[in-house]
Every structure is written in structure tokens, then in C-alpha cells.
């Protein structure tokens, strides 16, 4: 039975062992030659110009969250699609009733500017 794990073992030790050589490797054989440009801190193409601390505007974490509902609740509809002819009519009206308040949380969250970002 073991035997039979032999193949992805020997796998993961060669992938392993190969992953940490070219570390090591590169460590010892690259150039080491640090300047202010490369030690200095890089975010979006130019440098940081102000606190890492500063607060997020409320806007990114309502999109987020929008964002997190939305996609969940979509989810939902992939495990009816395995079983959706096992389902018969009546698993179609109720997929079409939760899609239809998907749609329509949607198009409030829309209508109230939720999604808008000025």
C-alpha cells in the first residue's frame, strides 16, 4: 500500500531539494551590490509619501464587503448546477427566486451609488 505514495514522495523530495538549491544558489552566486534605489521601500511605481498607518477610506471596505456577499452568494449556484436535473421544476423556481433577490440586492446596491467611487 505504501508503495504506492513511493512516486509522489520521491515528487516532493526532488522538487524540494531543487526549490532550495536555486535559493542557496542564488544567494551565494548573485550579486550583492545594495544602494539606496534598491533598499528603499517600492509600492506602485513610485515612493511611499505617506504613514503606513494612515486610514483607509470607508469606501474600500464597504466595496470589499459588497464584494465577499456577492461572490459567496453566487457560489451557491454551482452545487445546484451538478444537480440541477435532479432537482426537477421545482428546484428551477427556487433557483430563479434566490438569483432574483441576488439581482435585485444588486441593482439596490447600485441605485444607492455603492459601487460608485469618486
Known sequence: MLAEYLPT????????????ALIIVGNVLGPKRPDFDKLAPYECGFGAFENARMPFDVRYYLIAIQFIIFDLEIIFIVPWTLVFQELGPRGLVTMGLFVGMLFLGFVYVWKRGALEWE
Open 9 to 20: 514522495l520521491l515528487f516532493l523530495i526532488v522538487a524540494t531539494g531543487i526549490g532550495i
